[in-house]
């Protein structure tokens, strides 16, 4: 395979037009607001008392932490006794014991989440507070993309190994790719679902700290550029790895099938000479 190094250039550095410059712009912009952005609202101190108070009661609300406890014990009970073909004949009595638990869990616990919102609206989405909850459920959705990247790379394992190994025509080199390739496109998947759902949960972070339409709508604009910068970076990286050791071993081989071919046109030379 022939490397034209100039149309390489090319196609790796495109033409700085305006709106490439605005593009790369906002990219950097995203990366610097998920990870290193300051908030750009500090509650006074006596709201950040209020704030520590309430969170408090919410975390010690001894009804609520019991039903908790109760409503997930019913919950595995009611599990255990579900088969797979046909339920336990406890199975009822442990269902209706689950339903009570979860009224008394859902009541407690709607009492505990009016404090959190509270709380939450006190200090507002654009404290530290409302920052670091946005960050962190970014890193969670990120976090289960790659857990569904990695459990369909191991179900593509599965079926290939119950495959075969392919074709024989196949070099090794060719299968290391394919796979390369096809682990490549789980976590673009991976992440993918991972920028979607972070997009979905952050209704629900901004709803959880009350604020008004147009800085709701401000926040989430912010939050949608620094998710898809930082996705698209990772997805930028990865694939710029791979290419960089395609083009890398194209190279080599490029150099070694030349230098092969120069070796052979030389040792016919000298065997004609010999003749």
């Not at 709380?119 to 569904?148: C, H, M």
């Not at 147009?214 to 970076?233: H, K, N, R």
């Amino acid at each position: 395979m022939d490397i034209d190094a100039a149309k390489l250039r090319e196609a790796l550095i495109p033409d700085i037009t305006p709106f490439r410059i605005g593009l790369f712009a906002t990219w950097i912009i995203g990366i610097l607001m998920m990870n290193n952005a300051p908030a750009p609202y500090t509650p006074p101190p006596e709201d950040l008392d209020r704030y520590d108070g309430l969170q408090a009661r919410a975390d010690t609300m001894v009804m609520a932490i019991e039903a908790e406890k109760r409503f997930y014990a019913a919950n595995h009970a009611m599990n255990q006794a579900k088969g797979f073909f046909y339920n336990d004949p406890t199975y009822e009595s442990k269902r209706r014991n689950f339903e009570e638990a979860k009224a008394v869990y859902t009541r407690e616990n709607a009492k505990r989440q009016a404090l959190r919102d509270e709380a939450n609206k006190l200090v507002g989405i654009w404290s530290p507070y409302g920052l670091d909850a946005t960050r962190q459920g970014f890193w969670n959705a990120y976090e289960k993309g790659k857990e569904f990247a990695k459990s369909m790379t191991w179900w593509d394992v599965m079926f290939a190994g119950f495959g075969g190994r392919g074709s024989r025509d196949e070099s090794a080199v060719v299968l290391i790719l394919q796979w390369v390739l096809r682990i490549a496109m789980n976590f673009t998947i991976g992440f993918i679902y991972s920028l979607v759902s972070f997009l979905f949960n952050l209704f629900w972070i901004i709803a959880d700290f009350a604020p008004n339409p147009a800085s709701a709508a401000l926040f989430y604009a912010c939050g949608f550029i620094a998710a898809t910068s930082m996705v698209a970076s990772i997805l930028i990286a990865m694939y710029g790895t791979i290419a960089t050791v395609v083009v890398g071993g194209a190279y080599v081989a490029q150099q070694q099938s030349l230098e092969g071919a120069q070796a052979r046109r030389e040792q016919l030379q000298r065997d004609q000479h010999q003749d």
